[in-house]
T-cell receptor
Framework: NAGVTQTPKFQVLKTGQSMTLQCAQD?????MYWYRQDPGMGLRLIYY???????DKGEVPNGYNVSRLNKREFSLRLESAAPSQTSVYFC?????????FGSGTQLSVL | AQSVTQLDSQVPVFEEAPVELRCNYS??????LFWYVQYPNQGLQLLLK??????LVKGINGFEAEFNKSQTSFHLRKPSVHISDTAEYFC?????????????FGQGTILTVHP
C-alpha cells in the first residue's frame, strides 16, 4: 500500500517562479488536505477538498491554488513563489477521524 | 479564537523515565482532540484521539492521554520511554461542526530520550 504519495520531495525555486506539488492517495478517501509546516508554528492548513469537485480555503491560502483532479489526486500550485513560502508541505487524506500524511515536500524559495 | 498551546517546546528525558507532554486548548465549541507524532524526515502519524466517552484514551506505543474539560487540557503521558520515542509530538483539535481533517495544531514538542 502506497498510502499518500507526494512529488517532488525537494524543490528549490527562485522568487517569482511557479510550480505544482502533486499528491495522490490510493485509499479511496473522500477528503484531502494541504498543510505547511514551519518551525515553531506546527502545521497550518492551506486548502482542503472535502469531496471530489469541491475545494475550500484553510487558514493560510494566500499565494496558493489547488485542483482536485479526481478522487485520488489533489495538487497545490504556487503561481509566483515568494521567500515566505519556504516551508515543508504535507498532503494528507482522512478517514474515521485519522489523517494519513505523505512524506512531505521540502520547498526553498530564494 | 480557537487555539492549541503546547507548553514545552523541548523535553529531554532519560530512557525508562516517565514523561508528560502538556497541551492546552481554547475553543468556544466542542472539540475532538488528537496527538500526532513525527519521526525525522517523515510525515505525521496518529498516536491517539479523544472523540467522546472515557476521558482517558490509550494509543499506540504505550502512550495515553487524559481529556480534562475543566482545565481545557489534553496531556500526553508514557510511564517509561525508549530511545525510539525520540520525535516531535503535536497536539491538535478539530472544532465540532467542521470538516474531518480540518485540524488546528500546536507548535510541537521535541522529545529527546537520552540513554
Amino acid at each position: 500500500n502506497a498510502g499518500v504519495t507526494q512529488t517532488p520531495k525537494f524543490q528549490v525555486l527562485k522568487t517569482g517562479q511557479s510550480m505544482t506539488l502533486q499528491c495522490a492517495q490510493d485509499m479511496n478517501h473522500n477528503s484531502m488536505y494541504w498543510y505547511r509546516q514551519d518551525p515553531g508554528m506546527g502545521l497550518r492548513l492551506i486548502y482542503y477538498s472535502a469531496s471530489e469537485g469541491t475545494t475550500d480555503k484553510g487558514e493560510v491560502p494566500n499565494g496558493y491554488n489547488v485542483s482536485r483532479l479526481n478522487k485520488r489526486e489533489f495538487s497545490l500550485r504556487l503561481e509566483s513563489a515568494a521567500p515566505s513560502q519556504t516551508s515543508v508541505y504535507f498532503c494528507a487524506s482522512t478517514f474515521n477521524e485519522k489523517l494519513f500524511f505523505g512524506s512531505g515536500t521540502q520547498l526553498s524559495v530564494l | 479564537a480557537q487555539s492549541v498551546t503546547q507548553l514545552d517546546s523541548q523535553v529531554p528525558v532519560f530512557e525508562e523515565a516517565p514523561v508528560e507532554l502538556r497541551c492546552n486548548y481554547s475553543s468556544s465549541v466542542s472539540v475532538y482532540l488528537f496527538w500526532y507524532v513525527q519521526y525525522p524526515n517523515q510525515g505525521l502519524q496518529l498516536l491517539l484521539k479523544y472523540l467522546s466517552g472515557s476521558t482517558l484514551v490509550k494509543g499506540i506505543n504505550g502512550f495515553e492521554a487524559e481529556f480534562n474539560k475543566s482545565q481545557t487540557s489534553f496531556h500526553l503521558r508514557k510511564p517509561s520511554v525508549h530511545i525510539s520515542d525520540t520525535a516531535e509530538y503535536f497536539c491538535a483539535f478539530r472544532a465540532g461542526g467542521t470538516s474531518y481533517g480540518k485540524l488546528t495544531f500546536g507548535q510541537g514538542t521535541i522529545l529527546t530520550v537520552h540513554p
